[in-house]
């Protein structure tokens, strides 16, 4: 393996690791040679199961992320199972639908609390160690809506573009202090998140008239592009947002 993809002896945290892209996610990066800490509500028993079949190293680290309360415990218990952390993967997230005329508060909390405020303080958490080793890698998954504005999800759109402000300043803040600060923004990908959307057959068609490509995305569409921002191959690449949406954006 190119050592500019390798990620042997390298720790990662990976949130909402049990299903979709995080799992995706966390599973590229053990192949590329990382350890693994599955953070999420739901144990990612099957995660640790796929990591663990690869050689690599993988425990879970139990985490409610949507209040800021779990973030100092889920660096401190990595580093206690695994005795390191190199590379954070901010990928949990939730999403509600309504008219922004009908849109109530708890629905705004949940999504900004869980997309944004975990992410950032998670950010902070790990950030402070890896300033202090003067190492490492975050990846904060954002989504299309960090550039368009959607409709009928305005604490999701508030919340993703928050991501993609974030991940700019964070890298503006920390580049000179060994971290990168990079953002992911999928295009529509299959999974549980998005199974209304396909089984929708009109919403279905019109989603697939649009993407250059012709396919969903699948959530292993996008292990190459957190391998690459986790790697020494991206480290001189700050602030960024890479778009992964089989050609949506462009079109
Ligand atoms: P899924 O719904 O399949 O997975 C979401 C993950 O986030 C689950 O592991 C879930 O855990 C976890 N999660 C949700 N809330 C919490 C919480 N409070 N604490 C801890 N973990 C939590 O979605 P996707 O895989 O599709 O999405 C992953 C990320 O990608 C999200 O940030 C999403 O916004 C983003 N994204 C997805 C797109 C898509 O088309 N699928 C497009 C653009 C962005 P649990 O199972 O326990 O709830």
């Not at 800490?37 to 144990?43: C, D, E, H, W, Y």
């Not at 869980?114 to 950010?123: E, Y």
């Not at 890698?137 to 508030?158: C, E």
Request: proline share 2%; charged share 20%; hydrophobic share 45%.
């Amino acid at each position: 393996m190119s050592k500019m993809f390798d990620l042997s002896g390298k720790v990662a945290i990976v949130t909402g690791a049990n299903t979709g892209i995080g799992q995706a996610i966390a599973v590229a990066l053990a192949e590329a040679g990382a350890d693994i800490a599955a953070v999420g509500r739901t144990p990612a028993e099957d995660t640790v199961e796929k990591v663990r079949a690869l050689g690599r190293r993988a425990e879970i680290v139990s985490a409610d992320l949507s209040s800021i309360e779990p973030v100092q415990r889920v660096v401190d218990e990595t580093l206690e199972k695994l005795g390191g952390l190199h590379i954070l993967v901010n990928n949990a997230g939730i999403i509600r639908r309504a008219d922004s005329v009908d849109f109530t508060e708890a629905d705004w909390d949940a999504v900004v609390d869980t997309n944004l405020k975990s992410l950032f303080f998670l950010c902070q958490a790990a950030g402070r160690h890896m300033i202090g080793q003067g190492y490492g890698k975050i990846i904060n998954i954002a989504s299309l809506l960090t550039f368009q504005g959607g409709i009928r999800v305005p604490s999701y759109t508030a919340s993703k573009s928050g991501v993609g402000g974030l991940t700019k300043l964070l890298a503006n803040e920390w580049a000179t202090k060994g971290v990168t600060v990079n953002a992911i923004a999928p295009g529509y990908i299959a999974t549980n998140n998005t199974a209304a959307l396909q089984g929708d057959e009109t919403r279905n068609r019109q989603i697939l008239e649009r993407i250059p490509a012709g396919r969903w995305g699948e959530a292993s569409d996008l292990g190459g592009a957190a391998v690459f921002l986790a790697a020494p191959a991206s480290d001189y690449v700050q602030g960024h947002t890479l778009v992964v949406d089989g050609g949506w954006m462009g079109r």
